[in-house]
Each structure stands twice: as structure tokens, then as C-alpha cells.
């Protein structure tokens, strides 16, 4: 088991910043890809960026947040981070981090253990 929560969500104007945290429980994170996800009202839930557990050298972004964001992670801490800048209104959705015992995947269906979200919203 490796038990996930969020944290850092919460309300922002259209060009801010919000920094996610995901600190994991439990478990041996650092054998796990790491990934974040989002779903806004009404739709599925999408990828956003995903780090291999390796650290740094495998990353991958959705194509509407690169540039923007920035995923990373500290396996001593066993946190993973997201640090959203430029935000926009259509950012706005519950993020939510999740594990994977693959090496690396952009696949929702992939991964093992999932937090409870945490919301994100962009509005003036």
C-alpha cells in the first residue's frame, strides 16, 4: 500500500501560481513512477505530468501545461511536486497525484494508488 495525500490546492487569479504537494505514506516511493492527473467538472480525467522514479530524467507533460508547469520529486521527503505558474481558467479541476509500479506511464489505467484530489480553481 502506499497511501497518497495532496495538499496546495485552492483559489488563484488567471496568471498565478500554485505549488501541489503529494506526500506519500508507507511503502517504498522511490520504486514508484509518479504522475498527476486532473479532472474539471463534467469531463474525464486527463494526464498532466508524470516522473519516473528515477528523479528528473524521464518527465513528461501534457501539451496544454508545458512550459507551465513543472513536476518534481524528492524521494527522501516521499513528496512529488507540481508547481503550476501562468495559470489559466481552463486549468481549473481536482488534481490528483498517483503512483505506478511502472517505470513510466501516461496511462490513468497504469496506475496503483491514487490521493483523494485536491481543488484547483482559476478565476478572477
Known amino acids: 500500500q502506499l497511501p497518497l495525500v495532496e495538499s496546495g490546492g485552492g483559489l488563484v487569479q488567471p496568471g498565478g501560481s500554485l505549488r501541489l504537494s503529494c506526500a506519500a505514506s508507507g511503502g517504498t516511493f522511490s520504486r514508484y513512477a509518479m504522475g498527476w492527473f486532473r479532472q474539471a467538472p463534467g469531463k474525464e480525467r486527463e494526464f498532466v505530468a508524470v516522473i519516473a522514479w528515477s528523479g528528473n530524467v524521464n518527465i513528461a507533460y501534457t501539451t496544454s501545461v508545458k512550459g507551465r508547469f513543472t513536476i518534481s520529486r524528492d524521494n527522501a521527503k516521499k513528496t512529488v511536486y507540481l508547481q503550476m505558474n501562468s495559470l489559466k481558467s481552463e486549468d481549473t479541476a481536482v488534481y490528483y497525484c498517483?503512483?505506478?509500479?511502472?517505470?513510466?506511464?501516461?496511462?490513468?489505467?497504469?496506475?496503483?494508488?491514487w490521493g483523494q484530489g485536491t481543488q484547483v480553481t482559476v478565476s478572477s
Open positions: 498517483a503512483a505506478a509500479t511502472a517505470l513510466f506511464t501516461l496511462r490513468a489505467d497504469e496506475y496503483d494508488y
